[in-house]
């Protein structure tokens, strides 16, 4: 458990917990926008979904570097991982329902 808790410890630390919440409102915001207005399927929204949060992070980013700060690449990764978990278990359960 230890270990487990040793690699996300980076999660906690500086303003990544706020990127996560605000990167699943975007994702989860972006889903049901693009379904409702277009034809595509759920995993394809969710895919075109990681990139618009994987755009909106590195922006958040590039303000902080801006503003004096340094780049962290663990802040795009902190944003990032929640729609990617979720956008990779849709694609494996749209494989194994085929």
């Known amino acids: ?6 690699l996300f410890e ?3 630390s500086s303003n990544r917990p706020k990127l996560v919440k605000a990167s699943c409102f975007i994702f989860v915001f ?3 926008a693009v379904l409702l207005l277009t034809a595509i399927s759920t995993l394809q929204a969710a ?3 990681v ?6 992070m590195c922006t958040a980013e ?8 340094v780049w962290d690449w663990l802040d795009v990764l902190a944003g990032i991982i929640v729609p990617v978990l979720f956008t ?6 749209s494989l194994l329902s085929c």
């Open 1 to 6: 458990m230890t270990k487990l808790s040793n």
């Open 10 to 12: 980076w999660l906690k």
């Open 30 to 32: 972006w889903i049901i």
């Open 47 to 49: 895919f075109t979904g």
């Open 51 to 56: 990139v618009c949060v994987f755009i909106v």
């Open 62 to 69: 590039y303000i902080q570097k801006s503003s004096g700060s």
């Open 88 to 93: 990779v278990v849709l694609w494996i359960w």
